[in-house]
T-cell receptor, first 111, second 114 residues
Framework: QKEVEQNSGPLSVPEGAIASLNCTYS??????FFWYRQYSGKSPELIMS????GDKEDGRFTAQLNKASQYVSLLIRDSQPSDSATYLC???????????FGRGTSLIVHP | EPEVTQTPSHQVTQMGQEVILRCVPI?????FYWYRQILGQKVEFLVS????????KSEIFDDQFSVERPDGSNFTLKIRSTKLEDSAMYFC????????????FGPGTRLTVT
C-alpha cells in the first residue's frame, strides 16, 4: 500500500507570514507530485505540480522536492486569510498516473 | 471558463437502493475519473475511464459500482445497492491527457445513505 503522509494540523500562521506544508511519500519510484487546495465543502483544486528535485515557484507558491528523502513541501509566501484551506499532497505511484492523496493539512491564516 | 458539472449536488437514498450520479466533463477532455471523500477523510480514487472503457480502478470499485458514458457528454457512476458506508462526497474529474497536470474536479455530489 503506497502511503502519502501529511500532518493534519491545523497550521496557524499570521497574515503575511510564510506557511510551510510538508508531505512524505513511500513509493521511491514516484516521478510526479501535486499539491491541491480544498476549501471547506468544495472540491480539490490543483495548484502546483513538481517533477524534478529542487524548487519550483509560481507566484506566492513554491513547491520543493527531495526525492532522496521522499519529501515534498509547499511554501506559501505572504499568506492571506483567503489561503485558509486544507492542502492535499497527491503522489501517483510508480507506473500509474492516478494520485494517492494524503489526508491534507489544514491551514489557518489569521489577520 | 469550461468546468466539470455534477448533478445532483445532494442525493439522499435508502440503504439497498440504486443511485446514479451524473457528471458532464469538460468537452475536449478525454480522460474521466470518479473519486470519493468520506467526511473528514482522504480523497480516494475509484475509477478512470478512457475511450469508452475503464482504464484503472481501485479496490473500492467493486461489483456494486459501474460507470458509463451513455452519450457524448455525460459520464455516470452507478451504485447498485447502496450501503451506509457509501455515504460520501463523490467527485467527478476530467483531463485532456492521461497525466493529471490539467485535471479538473467537479463540485461534487454529496451522497447520504440512510
Amino acid at each position: 500500500q503506497k502511503e502519502v503522509e501529511q500532518n493534519s494540523g491545523p497550521l496557524s500562521v499570521p497574515e503575511g507570514a510564510i506557511a510551510s506544508l510538508n508531505c512524505t511519500y513511500s513509493d521511491r519510484v514516484s516521478q510526479s507530485f501535486f499539491w491541491y487546495r480544498q476549501y471547506s465543502g468544495k472540491s480539490p483544486e490543483l495548484i502546483m505540480s513538481i517533477y524534478s528535485n529542487g524548487d519550483k515557484e509560481d507566484g506566492r507558491f513554491t513547491a520543493q522536492l527531495n526525492k532522496a528523502s521522499q519529501y515534498v513541501s509547499l511554501l506559501i509566501r505572504d499568506s492571506q486569510p483567503s489561503d485558509s484551506a486544507t492542502y492535499l499532497c497527491a503522489v501517483p505511484s510508480g507506473g500509474s498516473y492516478i494520485p494517492t492523496f494524503g489526508r491534507g493539512t489544514s491551514l489557518i491564516v489569521h489577520p | 471558463e469550461p468546468e466539470v458539472t455534477q448533478t445532483p449536488s445532494h442525493q439522499v437514498t435508502q440503504m439497498g437502493q440504486e443511485v446514479i450520479l451524473r457528471c458532464v466533463p469538460i468537452s475536449n477532455h478525454l480522460y474521466f475519473y470518479w473519486y470519493r471523500q468520506i467526511l473528514g477523510q482522504k480523497v480516494e480514487f475509484l475509477v478512470s475511464f478512457y475511450n469508452n472503457e475503464i482504464s484503472e480502478k481501485s479496490e473500492i470499485f467493486d461489483d456494486q459500482f459501474s460507470v458509463e458514458r451513455p452519450d457524448g457528454s455525460n459520464f455516470t457512476l452507478k451504485i447498485r445497492s447502496t450501503k451506509l458506508e457509501d455515504s460520501a462526497m463523490y467527485f467527478c474529474a476530467s483531463s485532456p491527457r492521461r497525466d493529471i497536470y490539467e485535471q479538473y474536479f467537479g463540485p461534487g455530489t454529496r451522497l447520504t445513505v440512510t
